[in-house]
C-alpha cells in the first residue's frame, strides 16, 4: 500500500530489546496455522534475514499483484526498500511473514505490516499473498494475526488501509473480517478500510 512507510532500524542497534511492562515480545507472535488444503503455515514477525526471501516474493508477484499492493509497477526493488521491509523497528511497526516448507526449502508466501501512524493508536496496514497462494486462506490468518499483534504489542485501536476500488480480493477480505469500507475523500481510485480493534 502505497502510504505505508518501513522504518529501518539502524543495523548497528543489534537486537530488539525485550520490552517492559505488560507487553508480549515479538517472539511470542509466532503461530503456526493450517490452510484448509492442510498446508503448514508458519506466520511470525519479519526479520534481517528473510532479505533474499522477500526479494523473491516480491520478484515473483505478478504485475497486478504489485500494482494493487504498491498501487505503481514497481519495476525496481531496490537494496534500500528490501532493507527498509526487513529491518523492521518494531517499537513503531509490526510485519508479519507467512512462510511455508517446500522440498526446495522455506519459502515466503505472505506478507501483512503496518505502521503507526503518529500521534495515533492507529495502525496503516498492507497486505500481500504470493499469487499461486490466492484463495486458500493466507491472507485471512494473516490480517487476523496482524489485528492481535496491533491489540496487544501496540495497544492500537484500530487498523486503517487503502486499496484500489475495483480489488474485489481485498475488499471481499475487508468485509469478511468485519472492515468499514468508504471511498477515500483525496482519491477516487481508492477505498479506505477500517477496522476498530
Ligand atoms: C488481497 C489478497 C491479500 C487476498 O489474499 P488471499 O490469501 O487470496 O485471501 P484469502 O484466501 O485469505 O481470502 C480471505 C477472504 O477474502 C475474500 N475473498 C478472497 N478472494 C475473493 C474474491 N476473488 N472475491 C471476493 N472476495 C474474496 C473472501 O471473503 C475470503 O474468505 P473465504 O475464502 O473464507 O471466502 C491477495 O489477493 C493479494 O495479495 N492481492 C495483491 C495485493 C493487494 O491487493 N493488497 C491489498 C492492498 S495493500
Redesign the pocket.
Known amino acids: ?1 502505497r502510504t505505508v512507510r518501513d522504518t529501518v532500524r539502524p543495523r548497528t542497534k543489534g537486537k530488539t530489546k525485550p520490552r517492559s511492562g505488560r507487553k508480549p515480545g515479538i517472539a511470542s507472535f509466532r503461530r503456526y496455522v493450517r490452510l484448509a488444503d492442510g498446508t503448514k503455515v508458519t506466520l511470525r514477525p519479519i526479520r534481517p534475514s528473510d532479505a533474499a526471501a522477500e526479494r523473491a516474493f516480491i520478484e515473483h508477484l505478478s504485475p497486478q ?1 504489485r500494482y ?2 504498491f498501487f505503481g509497477p514497481m519495476q525496481e526493488v531496490s537494496d534500500a526498500a528490501i532493507a527498509a521491509f526487513t529491518q523492521v523497528d518494531f517499537s513503531r511497526a509490526m510485519a508479519l511473514v507467512a512462510t511455508t516448507k517446500t522440498p526446495d526449502g522455506e519459502i515466503q508466501i ?1 506478507v501483512a505490516r503496518y505502521h503507526i501512524v503518529p500521534g495515533t493508536r492507529c495502525g496503516e496496514f ?4 504470493a499469487d499461486e ?9 494473516l490480517l487476523k494475526a496482524l489485528m492481535a499483534a496491533g491489540r496487544k504489542h501496540h495497544r492500537l485501536k484500530a487498523l486503517v ?1 487503502e ?1 484500489l476500488s475495483d ?4 475488499i ?2 475487508a ?2 473480517l468485519d472492515f468499514t469500507i468508504d471511498t477515500a475523500p483525496q482519491d477516487a481510485r481508492l477505498v479506505r478500510l477500517r477496522r476498530k480493534l
Open positions: 500500500m499483484s494493487q499492493r505472505g498492507a497486505i500481500v499473498v497462494w490466492h484463495g486458500k486462506g493466507v491472507a485471512r490468518r488501509g486499496a480489488n474485489v480480493r481485498m471481499g477480505l468485509r469478511a
